[in-house]
């Protein structure tokens, strides 16, 4: 037989096929595979850019470059010269004051951050002011101060008693007051940042008297523009930087200039990736159950045109080109309707996307194509090297089995290919290896343990007598049909344990990062709280409503050692590493470990010697380990300790934490001043201003914007998160329905063999309804303890946060697969009791 006679034999296959209805089951479940997949890709693509876009008003523009002096003009120069847009700020702590005097007989004065800003800012992200005050909501503006004004946070106003309209003196120079702030999206986590904010023109800064030398100002240069310019230019300056060790310079971006930000994006990523993954799962399930029900449909067929003489490569290839017509077909039909249906589901989420998303890359496309033939060739082609090999003698004999080793080895072939495109689809090698392992090792523990429990089930409950007629029937049929019964067992359970997987994640997820920004998240700090003015601030709060109010010690020291050698920022690389050995570190002393803290490694210290508890963020910035030794110069005093914990904290809770923590020994003699953080309780707005008036060292400083920044894009995130959680759910049970749908005519027939036999139509569905109840249950019993597995492992080792055994698992799996099996048994059921014995078997 020529080439072309090959294409044209399976071209008739192909429409002969297609009219008989044989590849309605295969077909469907492939668009339904390639669908899902790539709906989900799709809008996974299009939530991680508008996330990762708007994520970037976080810090106003694509890069930063930040410095503790002025930049050098051509670093500028390069960005403009690639076609960014570029501006800049300038922030440093100062005091703002009025121009009258209050009680006291002095003018009233305030910590604030000051922030010059020139033409163009932000480049990205909107400014939102209030003409008020009151308006706290506030509209978003353009530009940036007037000449001669400025625009100021709320609680300036009211801890200075001024409104807009009114002066406000900064150094030298009297400004009006003209806007309040309602939104400063890249106002960043810096500590002194969460003092109230002052906005004045760049151009009126040096007319101040601020900026003098000695001052401690950060300069900005802020550069937007196309993903890839703009990436050039990060490299480019990070290069430069370190080159020409440009002192106090770093680089920034999305990536490494909101820790408080990146793991909130981190995390939603890799569950956008998982969900993707899942999908592919079920998708695999369900293609390998229809390619097996058309393959055994075909069998007889093999068989007659092998007594015709046709050769088994000629077979092959017949069938392997008309399969890969079905691929072709079925996958752009699939990535069709995945695009339509990302569109029709993201209008069904309403309000909750308030923003235009970017539009799609090709990557989802090119996924959904791939994953298509990855799945048919790798899952459907193997059955047809069993096919292909079935002896003629089969015409004459049905019991001739066909040879299946080299199906296996296709499977196993496939199978391969299948989880490489897994890791690669899920743009995360640990979470794609550790999903692909786990579902791998699955289905291998899954057949051994489906068969030795249908084994064990039918040796214990077959001989029962208290069983009915049709519970032992079905008994009997299971341990017949062993092979079958393991595979739909298996399908079915790989398919829950996806969907139980995805919903344990999804749930464990969004209760992390409530958790991590709980509604009753701090919004205020009180610093410089001293020693004496302890207890009396702590009253304080507590008479205002303040639920057990804790002052934390604070002591500043400077790292000079690490194991006895003398680090300075010479000694690293990395621009935020020298940042850190350059300046002081809030230390702290305590007893017991705090608890939002998590030790991740070592042991927390007895206190009886001078020990160290370590971030661990920081520890790997600066090349820390266990058992180092660090040397602090604490205002002259040196303290030396060893590494004996790392320590995980959670920035996101709003809550105090230090770097470093040190046992009393070590710190409590040492000058320290005292920190707090706490809610503001209902009615009680004025205690800050109260505890200034009382206290009036202390600074209080203000974390409700920052709140407001990190609960906006959680919002969008668990949004995100939620939507695509329903979506695959409902497209898995779609395709959980193909993949039971496999074994119908298994089905089929045995209810027609019992009905020739003379049994009735009662007996028939009760031995139909206990096989699949049994192979339900048992499947749905696996895929519990296997979500159960799955889910610790990826909450430990990819979400990174702690796993919550949920003992519902079981029993939900149970009672859905059951569910699942039976609705499957009843649509394959529901026409044989109509139709006549013969017919049934006839056609099974």
Same mark, same amino acid.
């Given at each position: 037989m020529s080439r072309f006679s090959v294409w044209t034999q399976a071209l008739r296959m192909l429409r002969r096929d297609w009219r008989a209805g044989e590849l309605n089951l295969l077909l469907v479940a492939l668009v339904l595979a390639v669908a899902a997949?790539?709906?989900? @890709?799709? $809008?996974?693509?299009?939530?991680?850019? &508008?996330?990762?876009?708007?994520?970037?008003q976080l810090i106003g523009a694509d890069v930063l470059v930040v410095s503790d002096q002025p930049l050098p003009p051509d670093i500028e120069a390069h960005a403009r010269a690639r076609g960014l847009q570029v501006t800049h700020t300038a922030t440093f702590p100062s005091m703002a004051s009025t121009l009258t005097k209050g009680a006291s007989g002095e003018p009233a004065s305030q910590l604030a951050a000051i922030k010059a800003v020139d033409v163009g800012y932000p480049l990205r992200g909107t400014l939102k002011v209030s003409d008020d005050g009151r308006d706290t909501a506030g509209a978003p503006i353009r530009g940036i101060p007037a000449a001669g004004t400025v625009w100021v946070d709320a609680p300036l106003l009211e801890a200075l008693g001024l409104r807009v309209g009114d002066a406000i003196r900064l150094g030298t120079r009297i400004f009006k007051i003209a806007h309040v702030i309602t939104q400063e999206l890249d106002r960043g986590a810096g500590f002194m940042n969460f003092a109230p904010r002052v906005m004045l023109q760049m151009s009126d800064l040096g007319s101040t008297g601020l900026v003098t030398y000695g001052s401690r100002v950060t300069y900005r240069l802020l550069v937007a523009g196309p993903d890839a310019a703009a990436g050039a230019f990060h490299t480019w300056a990070e290069n430069e930087a370190k080159t020409r060790q440009l002192r106090g310079v770093r680089v920034e971006s999305l990536q490494n200039g909101q820790p408080q930000m990146r793991e909130t994006l981190d995390r939603a990523e890799r569950f956008l990736s998982l969900v993707a993954l899942l999908a592919a799962m079920i998708a695999a399930v369900a293609i390998t159950m229809a390619a097996r029900r058309y393959t055994a449909r075909h069998t007889d067929a093999v068989a007659v045109i092998k007594c015709l003489g046709l050769k088994q490569g000629q077979i092959l290839g017949t069938f392997a080109l008309e399969f890969l017509l079905i691929g072709v077909i079925g996958s752009a039909v699939g990535v069709a309707l995945g695009y339509g249906a990302h569109w029709l589901l993201l209008a069904s989420l309403g309000d909750l996307v308030t923003v235009t998303l970017p539009a799609p890359s090709i990557w989802p496309a090119v996924v959904g194509v791939t994953a298509g033939l990855v799945l048919l060739i790798g899952f459907a082609v193997p059955p047809l090297l069993s096919l292909v090999r079935v002896a003629p003698l089969r015409v004459l004999r049905r019991d001739v089995a066909e040879r299946a080793v080299a199906a296996w080895i296709g499977y196993a072939l496939g199978a391969a290919a299948f989880f490489a495109l897994l890791v690669v689809s899920a743009r995360d090698v640990k979470l794609g290896a550790l999903t692909a392992a786990g579902f791998a090792g699955a289905i291998v523990v899954f057949a051994l343990l489906a068969a030795g429990g249908l084994r064990a089930l039918a040796v214990s409950l077959g001989r029962g007598r208290a069983l009915s007629v049709g519970w032992r029937f079905a008994l009997a049929v299971l341990e017949r049909r062993r092979g079958v019964s393991v595979l739909q067992t298996v399908a079915l359970a790989v398919g829950l344990m996806a969907l139980l997987l995805l919903a344990m994640t999804r749930n464990d997820l969004i209760r992390s990062w409530h958790n991590a920004t709980p509604a009753d998240a701090p919004n205020r700090f009180i610093i410089n709280i001293q020693p004496d003015q302890m207890q009396a601030v702590a009253q304080a709060l507590a008479q205002a409503g303040v639920a057990d109010p804790k002052l934390y010690p604070m002591v500043r020291g400077r790292l000079t050692q690490v194991n006895g050698q003398v680090i300075d920022r010479q000694t690293y690389a990395e621009s935020r590493a020298r940042n850190l050995v350059e300046r002081e570190f809030n230390l702290s002393y305590a007893t017991a470990?705090?608890?939002?803290?998590?030790? =991740?490694? &070592?042991?927390?210290? @007895?206190?009886?010697?001078?020990?160290?508890?370590?971030?661990? &963020?920081?520890?790997?910035?600066?090349?820390?380990?266990? &058992?180092? =030794?660090?040397?602090?110069?604490?205002?002259?005093?040196?303290?030396?300790?060893?590494?004996?914990?790392?320590?995980?904290?959670?920035? @996101?809770? %709003?809550?105090?934490?230090?770097?470093?923590? $040190?046992?009393?020994?070590?710190?409590?003699? %040492?000058?320290?001043?005292? =920190?707090?953080?706490?809610?503001?309780?209902?009615?009680?707005?004025?205690?800050?201003?109260?505890?200034v008036r009382e206290f009036p060292n202390l600074t209080v400083v203000d974390t409700e914007l920052i709140l407001q920044q990190v609960q906006g894009v959680l919002d969008q995130v668990t949004a995100a998160v939620e939507f695509l959680f329903v979506f695959t759910l409902a497209a898995g049970v779609l395709v959980l329905y193909a993949a039971l749908s496999g074994s119908r005519d298994e089905r089929l027939r045995d209810a027609g063999v019992l009905r020739a036999l003379g049994a009735g139509s009662g007996v028939v569905r009760q031995t139909q309804y206990a096989e699949v109840l049994i192979v339900g249950g048992l499947a749905g019993l696996m895929a519990g303890v296997g979500a159960i597995a799955i889910g610790w492992v990826l909450s430990a080792y990819v979400f990174d946060f702690p796993y919550r055994f949920n003992p519902a698992i079981l029993p939900v799996g149970i009672v859905s697969g059951m569910a699942c099996a039976f609705v499957g048994g009843w649509l394959g059921l529901r026409d044989v009791l109509r139709r006549p014995a013969m017919a049934t078997l006839r056609d099974a």
């Amino acid at each position: 037989m020529s080439r072309f006679s090959v294409w044209t034999q399976a071209l008739r296959m192909l429409r002969r096929d297609w009219r008989a209805g044989e590849l309605n089951l295969l077909l469907v479940a492939l668009v339904l595979a390639v669908a899902a997949l790539a709906s989900v @890709s799709f $809008l996974a693509d299009r939530m991680h850019a &508008g996330l990762e876009r708007d994520a970037r008003q976080l810090i106003g523009a694509d890069v930063l470059v930040v410095s503790d002096q002025p930049l050098p003009p051509d670093i500028e120069a390069h960005a403009r010269a690639r076609g960014l847009q570029v501006t800049h700020t300038a922030t440093f702590p100062s005091m703002a004051s009025t121009l009258t005097k209050g009680a006291s007989g002095e003018p009233a004065s305030q910590l604030a951050a000051i922030k010059a800003v020139d033409v163009g800012y932000p480049l990205r992200g909107t400014l939102k002011v209030s003409d008020d005050g009151r308006d706290t909501a506030g509209a978003p503006i353009r530009g940036i101060p007037a000449a001669g004004t400025v625009w100021v946070d709320a609680p300036l106003l009211e801890a200075l008693g001024l409104r807009v309209g009114d002066a406000i003196r900064l150094g030298t120079r009297i400004f009006k007051i003209a806007h309040v702030i309602t939104q400063e999206l890249d106002r960043g986590a810096g500590f002194m940042n969460f003092a109230p904010r002052v906005m004045l023109q760049m151009s009126d800064l040096g007319s101040t008297g601020l900026v003098t030398y000695g001052s401690r100002v950060t300069y900005r240069l802020l550069v937007a523009g196309p993903d890839a310019a703009a990436g050039a230019f990060h490299t480019w300056a990070e290069n430069e930087a370190k080159t020409r060790q440009l002192r106090g310079v770093r680089v920034e971006s999305l990536q490494n200039g909101q820790p408080q930000m990146r793991e909130t994006l981190d995390r939603a990523e890799r569950f956008l990736s998982l969900v993707a993954l899942l999908a592919a799962m079920i998708a695999a399930v369900a293609i390998t159950m229809a390619a097996r029900r058309y393959t055994a449909r075909h069998t007889d067929a093999v068989a007659v045109i092998k007594c015709l003489g046709l050769k088994q490569g000629q077979i092959l290839g017949t069938f392997a080109l008309e399969f890969l017509l079905i691929g072709v077909i079925g996958s752009a039909v699939g990535v069709a309707l995945g695009y339509g249906a990302h569109w029709l589901l993201l209008a069904s989420l309403g309000d909750l996307v308030t923003v235009t998303l970017p539009a799609p890359s090709i990557w989802p496309a090119v996924v959904g194509v791939t994953a298509g033939l990855v799945l048919l060739i790798g899952f459907a082609v193997p059955p047809l090297l069993s096919l292909v090999r079935v002896a003629p003698l089969r015409v004459l004999r049905r019991d001739v089995a066909e040879r299946a080793v080299a199906a296996w080895i296709g499977y196993a072939l496939g199978a391969a290919a299948f989880f490489a495109l897994l890791v690669v689809s899920a743009r995360d090698v640990k979470l794609g290896a550790l999903t692909a392992a786990g579902f791998a090792g699955a289905i291998v523990v899954f057949a051994l343990l489906a068969a030795g429990g249908l084994r064990a089930l039918a040796v214990s409950l077959g001989r029962g007598r208290a069983l009915s007629v049709g519970w032992r029937f079905a008994l009997a049929v299971l341990e017949r049909r062993r092979g079958v019964s393991v595979l739909q067992t298996v399908a079915l359970a790989v398919g829950l344990m996806a969907l139980l997987l995805l919903a344990m994640t999804r749930n464990d997820l969004i209760r992390s990062w409530h958790n991590a920004t709980p509604a009753d998240a701090p919004n205020r700090f009180i610093i410089n709280i001293q020693p004496d003015q302890m207890q009396a601030v702590a009253q304080a709060l507590a008479q205002a409503g303040v639920a057990d109010p804790k002052l934390y010690p604070m002591v500043r020291g400077r790292l000079t050692q690490v194991n006895g050698q003398v680090i300075d920022r010479q000694t690293y690389a990395e621009s935020r590493a020298r940042n850190l050995v350059e300046r002081e570190f809030n230390l702290s002393y305590a007893t017991a470990q705090p608890p939002e803290n998590r030790i =991740v490694s &070592g042991q927390w210290f @007895s206190g009886q010697k001078p020990e160290a508890s370590v971030e661990e &963020g920081i520890a790997k910035t600066l090349n820390l380990h266990l &058992g180092d =030794v660090l040397r602090f110069d604490v205002a002259g005093q040196t303290v030396d300790a060893p590494i004996t914990s790392l320590r995980k904290l959670d920035w @996101s809770s %709003m809550r105090v934490n230090f770097f470093v923590i $040190l046992p009393p020994v070590a710190l409590r003699d %040492m000058p320290q001043t005292y =920190v707090t953080a706490f809610r503001i309780p209902a009615g009680q707005a004025d205690l800050p201003a109260k505890l200034v008036r009382e206290f009036p060292n202390l600074t209080v400083v203000d974390t409700e914007l920052i709140l407001q920044q990190v609960q906006g894009v959680l919002d969008q995130v668990t949004a995100a998160v939620e939507f695509l959680f329903v979506f695959t759910l409902a497209a898995g049970v779609l395709v959980l329905y193909a993949a039971l749908s496999g074994s119908r005519d298994e089905r089929l027939r045995d209810a027609g063999v019992l009905r020739a036999l003379g049994a009735g139509s009662g007996v028939v569905r009760q031995t139909q309804y206990a096989e699949v109840l049994i192979v339900g249950g048992l499947a749905g019993l696996m895929a519990g303890v296997g979500a159960i597995a799955i889910g610790w492992v990826l909450s430990a080792y990819v979400f990174d946060f702690p796993y919550r055994f949920n003992p519902a698992i079981l029993p939900v799996g149970i009672v859905s697969g059951m569910a699942c099996a039976f609705v499957g048994g009843w649509l394959g059921l529901r026409d044989v009791l109509r139709r006549p014995a013969m017919a049934t078997l006839r056609d099974a």
